[in-house]
């Protein structure tokens, strides 16, 4: 069974930081791109960053210079370090990996989402 765990979640004060992480396991042919999205209350899930297999990355403008995101691709991981956190970054955070199972059938994997609260 193939699944995204993700870990790292929390409270923290503005200002503070945190390390999110996200395994992907099971029966995996090939791992491409993978990020983290967030969905704050009322709100619609947005991306946060993503990087590819390459290393490439892109993220939301609200994030630039604050979060920086890494994967190991001999571990299957990916992380999201997170500096700088502001009240507006509470959010329940999702790991998204594009996972193929079997060659030429990519499809989209999510995680089970991590609760970040930012507040003092």
């Known amino acids: 069974q193939v699944q995204l765990v993700e870990s790292g979640g929390g409270l923290v004060q503005p200002g503070g930081s945190l390390r999110l992480s996200c395994a992907a396991s099971?029966?995996?042919?090939?791992?491409?791109?993978m990020g983290w999205y967030r969905q704050a209350p009322g709100k619609q899930r947005e991306l946060v960053a993503v990087?590819?297999?390459?290393?490439?990355?892109n993220y939301a403008d609200s994030v630039k210079a604050r979060f920086t995101i890494s994967r190991d691709n001999a571990k299957n991981t990916v992380n999201l370090q997170m500096n700088s956190l502001k009240p507006a970054d509470t959010a329940i955070y999702f790991c998204?990996?594009?996972?193929?199972?079997?060659?030429?059938?990519?499809?989209?994997?999510w995680g089970q989402g991590t609760q970040v609260t930012v507040s003092s």
């Open positions: 990087i590819t297999s390459g290393g490439s990355t």
């Open positions: 998204n990996a594009v996972l193929t199972l079997v060659p030429g059938r990519p499809s989209v994997y």
């Open positions: 099971g029966k995996i042919f090939d791992i491409n791109t």
